[in-house]
Nanobody, 120 residues
Framework: VQLQASGGGLVQAGGSLRLSCAAS????????MAWYRQAPGKLRELVAH???????NYADSVKGRFTISRDNANNTVHLQMNSLRPDDTAVYYC???????????????WGQGTEVTVSS
């Protein structure tokens, strides 16, 4: 199983970016999907989370600005980021909890990280 993240880049404050993360490989089913971020010198933090049923929750710092969504047909999770601020600068990681074929139990998988830089 592999996760491929894309969509990061450099943007001015107030701008928007859309991150995507596609899961591929021997996947039986996907449970929760999420985005985390890690800024320089800081711990990794949860940004947004979406359940298999579509329920979402967000970090307080991004509520009203970020939207997480999923495309179950393509095993993909997106993060639409609007009104970006310099303190959103970080490496963003997708996280997917899934059951692989020939596996009884769900496991967490991580994408490689995509860098988001917001200039003031």
């Amino acid at each position: 199983v592999q996760l491929q993240a894309s969509g990061g880049g450099l943007v001015q404050a107030g701008g928007s970016l859309r991150l995507s993360c596609a899961a591929s490989g021997s996947i039986f089913s996907i449970n929760d999907m999420a985005w985390y971020r890690q800024a320089p010198g800081k711990l990794r933090e949860l940004v947004a989370h979406i359940t298999s049923g579509g329920s979402t929750n967000y970090a307080d710092s991004v509520k009203g600005r970020f939207t997480i969504s999923r495309d179950n047909a393509n095993n993909t999770v997106h993060l639409q980021m609007n009104s970006l601020r310099p303190d959103d600068t970080a490496v963003y990681y997708c996280n997917v909890n899934l059951i692989a074929f020939r596996s009884r139990y769900p496991s967490d998988y991580w994408g490689q990280g995509t860098e988001v830089t917001v200039s003031s």
